[in-house]
């Protein structure tokens, strides 16, 4: 096993991440907790270096090579677009979270320290080419996540959260983790080119379907697919606002990241066995998640059975992605995601630092006339989680819908035409909170960072939804030839 000076180059934004997370719970012993801001800026500058660095290594000729690291990681345009999306969501987060964790009586440092690690798992997760590095990997992220959802101690409701999604997220690892040693131990390889290779000589056995069955049970849980679900609605609602944000975005697209990379790079042969189960688990998450959505009063719940419908809709591109439009349509789908997702969870939050509670739809009543710029920006998220044009979410889904019908699931893409159609009725409930109800309150101003984030989403929102070609001209590029 030969490691290069090379392969290190190629993974420095990951190791500078690791050494920013290190230096921040450092630097957290010597901060007071009046000057804690300071903590997030610099976290948020360790986030905008990553960013260079994977500038500087996406140009590199080095990472033409291939695999690095003895095969365990690849960097192509395909893991590069994705450290993009994740690195962006944890900027995101950063913003939102600089006044929010502020006012809060915990320490900031170790929570930003938290975010840099998790988002170190993420990179690593989506350049792994390997099943053990990709779980271990995974286990970084998670770990992480579980110490974020709980991280207002004092209150019952975020222990109850990251209680509920440690003890469920160890399931589903060991589940991912025994689907591993099955596809191991039939074939003693780990890399997936290797195991792809494998594959294609040998006959079908039921112990490998087995195996990549649990493979894709645990993944299924990471993404929050019916029946693998019932965790998100608790931990999003005990969460505190800017990690629900998180995990609504970041841990999502890396995971659809790595179930693409290994069920299309190590077990194509299989997908007769596996794009049935796809297909159906898409279905039900679609009903389910928005039927779901109909029937509650929270708002976070509400976006949390939201987030459940919106997996379904991105295993439409799992399952169409070895067509041009499944290619893009997840790319395009994640990232508007990302903006959209995250600008509405953002909005929550800033009511929550007004000192609203910001828990019901009715906390949204009358929000334009305390605040008629905040009331546009959710509007505008929440058309494009409806799929309404000219919006990211629009041309997200057109790409997705148009990939199920060229994959053979017509059925399917008419399912989530309808199942969007349902989403209109909870989202426009808290559209007519915000222009047609009464509500008291002062007018209300936010902070420069969490504006920051607001203006970033909501220009993504637009960005793709007005200019998708110049958006899908770089996508081209980022889908790797085995795709």
């Not at 000057?35 to 948020?44: R, V």
């Not at 029937?295 to 439409?316: D, E, F, P, T, W």
């Amino acid at each position: 096993m030969t490691f290069h000076g090379s392969d290190w180059f190629l993974l420095s934004p990951e190791l500078f991440l690791t050494s920013a997370g290190l230096l921040l719970l450092a630097l957290a012993v010597f901060v007071r907790k009046e000057h804690e801001e300071f903590l997030g800026y610099l976290s948020l500058l360790a986030v905008a270096v990553t960013v260079a660095l994977l500038a500087i290594v996406a140009a590199a000729p080095a990472r033409q090579a291939g695999p690095i690291l003895a095969g365990m990681f690849v960097v192509d345009n395909f893991a590069i677009f994705f450290k993009v999306v994740i690195l962006l969501s944890i900027g995101l987060t950063i913003l939102a979270s600089i006044g929010f964790v502020g006012a809060a009586p915990y320490p900031a440092g170790e929570y930003f320290a938290l975010l840099l690690f998790a988002g170190v798992g993420m990179l690593f997760m989506v350049s792994g080419s390997n099943l053990i590095a990709i779980y271990v990997s995974l286990e970084l992220m998670a770990l992480s996540s579980y110490i974020l959802a709980g991280y207002f101690k004092g209150q019952i409701k975020s222990t109850e959260a990251a209680l509920k999604y440690f003890v469920l997220g160890a399931f589903s690892s060991a589940v991912l983790l025994y689907g591993l040693s099955l596809v191991y131990g039939v074939g003693g390889k780990m890399g997936l080119t290797d195991l792809a290779a494998m594959y294609a000589g040998t006959e079908r056995t039921n112990l490998v379907v087995l195996g990549i069955l649990f493979v894709l049970a645990g993944l299924l849980f990471k993404i929050a697919a019916v029946p693998f679900h019932v965790w998100v609605p608790d931990v999003y609602e005990g969460s505190p606002t800017p990690v629900t944000a998180f995990f609504s975005v970041g841990p999502k697209v890396a995971a659809y990241a790595i179930l693409a990379r290994i069920f299309y790079v190590g077990f194509p042969k299989f997908h007769a066995d596996w794009g049935l189960i796809v297909a159906c688990v898409a279905a039900a998450t679609m009903i389910w998640g928005n039927l779901a959505a109909l029937l509650q009063s929270n708002v976070k719940r509400m976006l949390a059975y939201s987030s459940i419908a919106h997996a379904g809709y991105a295993l439409l591109g799992v399952l169409g992605f070895r067509t041009p439009f499944g290619m893009w349509g997840i790319l395009v789908y994640l990232l508007a995601y990302t903006f959209m997702n995250f600008g509405a969870f953002a909005v929550v939050i800033f009511l929550e630092t007004r000192g609203y509670a910001a828990e019901t739809i009715s906390d949204f009543n009358g929000l334009a006339k305390r605040s008629m710029p905040a009331a546009i920006v959710m509007l505008l998220f929440l058309l494009s989680l409806a799929g309404i044009p000219p919006t990211a979410g629009f041309i997200g889904k057109y790409y997705l819908f148009t990939a199920a019908m060229k994959a053979g699931y017509a059925w399917l893409a008419v399912l989530a035409v309808l199942a969007s159609a349902v989403s209109l009725f909870y989202y426009f409930r808290i559209a007519g909170a915000m222009f047609f109800s009464e509500g008291e309150g002062a007018r209300l101003q936010s902070s420069f960072s969490l504006t920051a984030a607001v203006a970033i989403c909501a220009a993504g929102t637009l960005a793709i939804g007005i200019a998708p070609e110049r958006l899908l001209a770089v996508l081209r590029h980022c889908v790797p030839g085995g795709y």
